[in-house]
């Protein structure tokens, strides 16, 4: 069976101490200063700190997504090594792009932003809340209330109109993509969702959570097997699925099904849970070590891409606490990959590509163990780090995420949010002056087609 191949590789890579980073895994001191040698080489990527930039910003080519994805990795960092270097920096970031209506949609990015990309900030205000993060000032936003404005916003998108259900991937309709609904902006909804019926008791997120899945289930973008696909376009009902299937897809889902097994301890939700697991670990693991299959073999993941794997290595990790019956079968992996992540952050690329201490920049195959695969960047740092911190936790840890209820600090509001007609941009009307200028463009096109005249246009 797969899983004893997998325990076979778990083995072999955890015996002894690795070379790159020299990860003693046996030792939580030595995780700890391997994760902080990874954690200062990605923080160097990071230039919303400098004068003149943007806090909460990576610089070209990184999306704003993936510094959402990063400031949650760094919360978690906090909360498992217990150091508080970051900490000022994450908190700066956070509130920054919280934007000016307090819901993740800042006017820097609003015009091109996603609702997967508003999903990972909210996701990782959502972590700040159950990790207890040092709250904002109170005249800040809140992060309680921030993932609460967010859960509002996805409410009034669901788009009932096609597919019946489910939301697009873009929030607006001049964007690329908006006609095509994905598992992750979906699996984003479903995340915050299912973690806010367990940190408030509320019923309407878990209903919520509950119509999500139905849904997801009902298109087949979740199947009878657990495989978790990628998304179909409104243009064919979402009948043609894309069944490229992709880490942090299954990992969204699986960590939101564990919240609601946590929440709820239904026989329904344990069986989800376990079959996403056992999914998940039959998929994406080669001998105990994590795989992005549909780009990794063949060298073509992006800079997004490159960034996957450390989003399963949390969401397993946070499963095998909420869902205490998949720790013997996930935890293994996440340690495995963890020992296989260290191996790779050997590299010595040109300071220009990697700014942290020699020999510690990270790979993105972690199967190719101590063999660096020459490939730098935020994805694989983060990804690597993610892998060796969450092999911090342990069974029955009593570092699990908090509620309302044990011990919750942040502050809420159930009515955050902004309905659609506040930020979805209106056309402004036209006045006479301008269609007298888009006459005469016309005319200028027509003549310039047809070869009978020319126009300079001067600015």
Not at 72 to 92: C, K, L
Not at 176 to 182: E, H, I, L, R
């Amino acid at each position: 069976m797969r899983p004893t191949l997998q325990a076979v590789g778990t083995v072999s890579l955890l015996a002894g101490v690795t070379r790159a980073l020299d990860v003693d895994f046996n030792s939580d001191d030595s995780i700890k200063d391997a994760a902080s040698t990874a954690a200062f080489g990605l923080l160097k990527y990071y230039t919303g700190n400098n004068t003149g930039d943007v806090p909460g910003n990576l610089p070209d080519p990184y999306f704003w997504w993936e510094a959402g994805g990063m400031f949650g990795t760094m919360i978690d960092y906090w909360f498992y090594t217990g150091d508080d270097t970051y900490n000022d920096v994450t908190m700066q970031a956070m509130v920054h792009q919280a934007g000016e209506d307090a819901d993740f949609m800042p006017q820097n990015q609003t015009r091109a932003e996603g609702n997967d990309d508003q999903g990972f900030w909210a996701i990782s205000a959502m972590s700040a809340a159950e990790n207890n993060f040092p709250n904002p000032p109170e005249d800040q936003p809140q992060w309680l209330a921030l993932v609460q404005a967010v859960f509002n916003e996805y409410v009034s998108r669901w788009d009932a109109n096609t597919c019946n259900g489910g939301l697009r991937w873009q929030i607006f309709t001049f964007n690329n993509g908006f006609n095509y609904k994905n598992s992750i902006s979906n699996g984003c909804f479903f995340n915050i969702a299912s973690r806010l019926a367990r940190y408030t008791g509320n019923q309407t997120y878990a209903d919520w959570a509950e119509k999500i899945w139905d849904w997801m289930e009902e298109v087949e973008f979740i199947d009878k097997d657990f495989n978790v696909y990628d998304g179909a376009s409104v243009d064919d009902k979402c009948a043609d699925v894309n069944k490229a299937q992709w880490t942090y897809n299954a990992g969204i889902f699986l960590q939101g099904s564990a919240m609601m097994y946590n929440h709820t301890e239904t026989d329904k939700w344990k069986q989800r849970v376990q079959g996403l697991a056992s999914r998940t670990a039959a998929f994406f693991f080669d001998d105990g070590v994590a795989v992005e299959r549909p780009c990794e073999t063949f060298n073509s993941c992006d800079f997004d891409q490159q960034s996957f794997k450390g989003y399963l290595m949390r969401w397993m990790a946070s499963a095998s606490q909420m869902a205490p019956f998949t720790f013997d079968m996930l935890m293994p992996l996440v340690k495995s990959s963890a020992a296989a992540a260290a191996q790779q952050c050997s590299g010595s690329p040109p300071a220009a590509d990697f700014k942290g201490q020699p020999g510690t920049a990270c790979g993105f195959k972690w199967t190719e163990g101590a063999k660096f695969d020459g490939t730098v960047g935020v994805g694989e740092q983060m990804s690597a780090l993610q892998a060796m911190q969450y092999s911090l936790v342990k069974k029955q840890d009593s570092r699990a995420a908090v509620t309302a209820d044990s011990g919750g600090t942040s502050v809420g509001n159930p009515d955050a949010g902004r309905p659609p007609d506040e930020y979805m941009p209106v056309m402004a009307e036209i006045t006479t002056g301008e269609r007298v200028a888009a006459g005469f463009l016309t005319t200028a096109i027509a003549f310039s087609v047809a070869g009978a005249s020319f126009f300079v246009v001067k600015e």
